[in-house]
Nanobody, 123 residues
Framework: QVQVVESGGGLVQAGGSMRLSCTAS????????MGWFRQAPGKEREFVAAVSWGGGLTSYADSVKGRFTISKNSANNTAYLQMNSLKPEDMGVYYCTADPLYKQVATTSAAYWGQGTQVTVSS
């Protein structure tokens, strides 16, 4: 069994920065790709970013390209989402995902999900 735990959410002013962390634990998790989704009130959950198990491949939603950076520390199986130039529309609950397959971690079919962490951006 793999457990996924996010941390790092909170309140930030528009234009500010925030870093989210996500750790996947479990013997098999070290080989897992990881990703981030977000869900704003009244909206569907949407893909934000994904990183391959070794960190060599990344992908982003168009809405965050150039502002967000995803990375992964394979030594402790932790993924990071560095968010810069935050906008009010970035606000929502951010969920971390983990999956053996890089392509699947960026979809709602990802195998493992965290409980989510709230990101609030004040204008």
């Amino acid at each position: 069994q793999v457990q996924v735990v996010e941390s790092g959410g909170g309140l930030v002013q528009a234009g500010g920065s925030m870093r989210l962390s996500c750790t996947a634990s479990g013997r098999s998790a070290i080989n897992y790709a990881m990703g981030w989704f977000r869900q704003a009130p009244g909206k569907e959950r949407e893909f934000v970013a994904a990183v391959s198990w070794g960190g060599g491949l990344t992908s982003y939603a168009d809405s965050v390209k150039g502002r967000f950076t995803i990375s992964k520390n394979s030594a402790n199986n932790t993924a990071y989402l560095q968010m810069n130039s935050l906008k009010p529309e970035d606000m929502g609950v951010y969920y971390c995902t983990a999956d053996p397959l890089y392509k699947q971690v960026a979809t709602t079919s990802a195998a493992y999900w965290g409980q989510g962490t709230q990101v609030t951006v004040s204008s």
